[in-house]
């Protein structure tokens, strides 16, 4: 029971109960990316998720209200990485090619690290309540607003060449984004290394070349 006659110790009692609920939280949404990742939204009970996380099942109904909105916040947890990413190069200064690198850079970390969530998120995508459905689909457009508008100031500059800047989007969007489907952190490269060679390949989709200013 809080202390009344002593504001700073409730205080600090309350801001405890809050780490320790922040922390339930975590661990629900770690237990329930692996449980759909390994068994999927039909094959995943509630019940697994809570005994896999160590809580009592209200803990979950109390942070999520239930199964499908949790799907929704793990799968929502990709999209908002990239968003981000996205809002970061809205406000980050220098050229366009220069943001769009640092840009490329960011992306191919965040998918990296939110791989998991990415692959529940396109596995899963039927079963998100429609009103899920509906704000992550805000974010893609916004997302692809940002970069697209970075795109066509870089065509005005003169230092990207592209046809089709919304289309531009959606190649450098898949080129990043399909990275959850084979990257491995045992694989041949480091993840720097990946970070760098896929920045390099998403930027010279858009570079302007030679070929082009002879053009």
Same mark, same amino acid.
């Given at each position: 029971?809080?202390?009344?006659?002593?504001?700073?110790?409730?205080?600090? +009692?309350?801001?405890?109960? /809050?780490?320790?609920?922040?922390?339930?939280?975590?661990?629900?949404?770690?237990?329930?990316?692996?449980?759909?990742?390994?068994?999927?939204?039909?094959?995943?009970?509630? /019940?697994?998720?809570? *005994?896999?996380?160590?809580?009592?099942?209200?803990?979950?109904?109390?942070?999520?209200?239930?199964?499908? /909105?949790?799907?929704? !916040?793990?799968?929502?947890?990709?999209?908002?990485?990239? %968003?981000? &990413?996205? !809002?970061?190069?809205?406000?980050?200064?220098?050229?366009?090619? +220069?943001?769009? +690198?640092?840009?490329?850079?960011?992306?191919?970390?965040?998918?990296?690290?939110?791989?998991?969530?990415?692959?529940?998120?396109?596995?899963?995508?039927?079963?998100?309540?429609?009103?899920?459905?509906?704000?992550?689909?805000?974010?893609?457009?916004? %997302?692809?607003?940002?970069?697209?508008?970075?795109? *066509?100031?870089?065509?005005?500059?003169?230092?990207?060449?592209?046809? /089709? !800047?919304?289309?531009?989007?959606?190649?450098?969007?898949?080129?990043? !984004?399909?990275?959850?489907?084979?990257?491995?952190?045992?694989?041949?490269?480091?993840?720097?290394?990946?970070?760098? &060679?896929?920045?390099?390949?998403?930027?010279?989709?858009?570079?302007?070349?030679?070929?082009?200013?002879?053009?």
């Amino acid at each position: 029971m809080a202390d009344d006659s002593n504001p700073v110790a409730g205080q600090a +009692q309350r801001s405890l109960k /809050d780490e320790i609920e922040e922390l339930k939280r975590a661990r629900v949404l770690e237990a329930a990316t692996k449980l759909f990742l390994s068994h999927g939204y039909v094959g995943t009970s509630l /019940d697994a998720v809570a *005994q896999l996380a160590g809580v009592h099942k209200p803990v979950i109904y109390n942070h999520f209200g239930n199964k499908a /909105d949790l799907l929704a !916040t793990v799968a929502r947890r990709g999209l908002c990485g990239a %968003f981000e &990413c996205a !809002t970061a190069l809205k406000a980050r200064s220098g050229t366009p090619t +220069q943001r769009m +690198q640092a840009f490329l850079r960011d992306f191919a970390r965040s998918v990296i690290q939110n791989r998991a969530s990415l692959a529940i998120y396109f596995r899963e995508e039927m079963q998100l309540p429609e009103d899920s459905v509906e704000s992550q689909s805000l974010l893609r457009a916004e %997302f692809d607003a940002i970069v697209t508008e970075v795109i *066509q100031e870089g065509v005005r500059t003169g230092e990207f060449s592209v046809k /089709d !800047t919304s289309l531009a989007t959606l190649g450098i969007g898949g080129l990043m !984004t399909w990275m959850f489907l084979w990257y491995k952190p045992t694989g041949r490269l480091s993840e720097d290394e990946v970070v760098d &060679c896929m920045a390099d390949l998403g930027l010279q989709m858009i570079l302007r070349t030679r070929a082009d200013a002879a053009q």
